[in-house]
């Protein structure tokens, strides 16, 4: 469970991650995690290198399809999560 560690980031928005690697999972993000300017994986990690991480897809109404982001972490994060 880890779906509450960023409680006062200004805006979040709920996405399915799917990862690389693994099961698709629902999470919130930010905006600069969803523009792959931040790790995804973590809200207060650190680190100079940031890979591909997979995508997000994002709702974006009813009558829309899905948007897909292209997202980042950190490679020590990714390690953790598997
Ligand atoms: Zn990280």
New binding site residues.
């Given amino acids: 469970m880890s779906d509450d560690d960023s409680p006062m980031t200004d805006m979040t928005v709920l996405v399915e991650y799917r990862p690389l690697d693994g099961e698709p999972r629902e999470i919130r993000v930010t905006g600069e995690q969803l523009h792959a300017r931040?790790?995804?994986?973590?809200s207060s990690?650190?680190?100079d290198v940031?890979v591909d991480a997979g995508h997000v897809h994002t709702t974006t109404g009813e009558r829309s399809a899905p948007l897909g982001w292209a997202v980042v972490?950190?490679p020590?994060?990714?390690a953790d999560e598997s």
């Fill in positions: 931040a790790c995804i994986v973590g990690c650190s680190g940031l972490a950190h020590e994060c990714l």
